[in-house]
RNA sequence: GGCGCUAUCGUCUAGGGGUUAGGACGUGAGAUUCUCAAUCUUAAAACACGGGUUCGAUUCCCGUUAGCGCUACCA
């Protein structure tokens, strides 16, 4: 099976994380890369979960691992089903724990040929080694020891029932391979320690270890049982790739093609993580970024389009331009600043209807329930959000900009610093009395007209104009001095009045102001 | 300590033996708008250092330095 996936020339990649927390950055880029080569190939893009680590994997972060994933767009066409238990494809399981009886077989045959042998060596005697290699400045890798033990020996070993690892036997000729990103890279025998395969446990005097198998033997046997033909992944594992290497070849299969990412580090030149802010793409989500945004932004972190210029890109240009050839090497840094700008790019793009309903959560008290709520209320509130979307970076934000609309404290209003300025010029107290009487007199809901009729009579009465007109009315109106432009606020905020949403009309607002 | 990866504006990057070293974010200035945001125009801003190779290196090679990773019977 696995030759014939090899020889179909069927591009097969995967992704796989470890259920151990929440998707982010590094991890979603890695994601990205996997399914955009696996797109722009007509390749598959394989979801395999390594849960093998009992003790730190949680079903819950896989469900919330599947869920980012899906919220990207990163489908995936071989691994676990989205809705249920289930998997789907043809090389599973694809939950590394339903794997675990896999390796057995291939270790056995390893022994079998001599690739592999027992190691019988303590943790002490293991750490003295280290030990000593640190302090002669040599490479701190396993002596080999048990490689020149005899039959005998281990015959005698096994009897006294004596715990073993098995190890792999590390060729003494340089190990070679293949990264796309970076070349060819390769890596000296005599710094490659005999990697160990299969943990220690108390074996039989037959057959192969009872031990549970290592990571690094883990991925490479699931790799190849599941006709993997690119690892793409974090550089963190180069340093790894020289013992898989080793393993594919003992095993006798066809090494696969690497493409190693560069880290993504903080503003700080650490790696990225939770003191640098939201990394998770779960906390991006409930910030209100847009997924396509986060696409966007994460495709542009090691790599870039070939004209050099273009920076926004839908997904499907993405993979039609995406080549791992143009992958760069150095590690980048995260730039809140900049997707921030490419979220506010894509939320001028977006529909309102679809901003205004994922924003309507921000909105919790202030609004019926979604369910409930008239047709009227929704438009008016698709409105509201386009009036405040271009003064935002991401949608969470726009509930404190938005907040005048729904209340106003007059008090606040006045002792805010910036407005106590702006209210004590001198021609303040003239505009705002104008202002008064323009509101005692009119009756009803106040239109844009009528409000940009009062705004020219006062500027006459007053003989002000700019700032000092306009300053004094908006915090009148608002409680803030600067916000949208009044064309586009004064109908909203009448509207919102009649629908019954509890928010002061206009002539209520000047009146808990100046009193009207 | 060992091994490895990396090095172009503050940041993401394009480029590549001879270029005014290009674009974007951010920043400054200007225009527009009642304000803020948005928008438009515009400016400043980079080839880490030292040796080679070469007529010529930012580009190729070597070294230094710095950053990062790995160095587990973690994943």
Redesign the pocket.
Known sequence: MIESVMESGTIRVRFAP?P?GLLHVGNARTALFNWLFARRMGGKFVLRI?D??LERSKSAYEKKLIEDLVWLGLTWDEGPNENDPGETGDFGPYR?SKRIDLYSSHTAQLLAEGKAYR?F???EE?DEE?RR??DE????I?SGKCRKLSKQEIKENLLRGK???VRLKIPDHPIKFHDIV?GD?E??AD?I?DP?LV??AKGGTAGASP??P???YVVTVDDALMGITHVIRG??????TPKQVAIYEALGWKVPEFAHL??I?GPD???LSKRHGATSMSSFREMGYLPEAMVNYLS?????A?D??T?TFTAAELVKAFTLQ?V??????F?F??L??MN?HYM?EAPPGRLASLCWDYFGGLLPEKEEASDAVLVWFFHVIGLFV??VSHLDEIPAKAAFIFHMDPNLARTDQENAEALAAGSAQTVLNELANHARAHAGPVSASDFAGWMNQIKEAAGVE??E???PI?IALTGT???????KLIPLIEQGVELNLGIPSVRERLDAFIGV
Do not use: M
């Open positions: 470890s151990t390594e093998t680590d590394q190691c060596c303590s943790p293991l280290r290699a640190a400045h040599r490479p701190q396993y715990t073993y690892a970076r890279l890596f000296a710094t320690s160990i943990r220690s031990g549970v290592v990571y690094n550089d963190d594992h180069i340093s790894n560069s880290t580090l030149h650490e790696r542009l972190l090691g790599w870039g070939e050099g210029k920076e143009r760069t090497t150095s590690p980048a840094i730039d600043e900049k921030n700008w506010r001028k271009p003064s700019g700032n007109l306009f300053h908006r001095h600067s916000g949208p432009e009044f064309e």
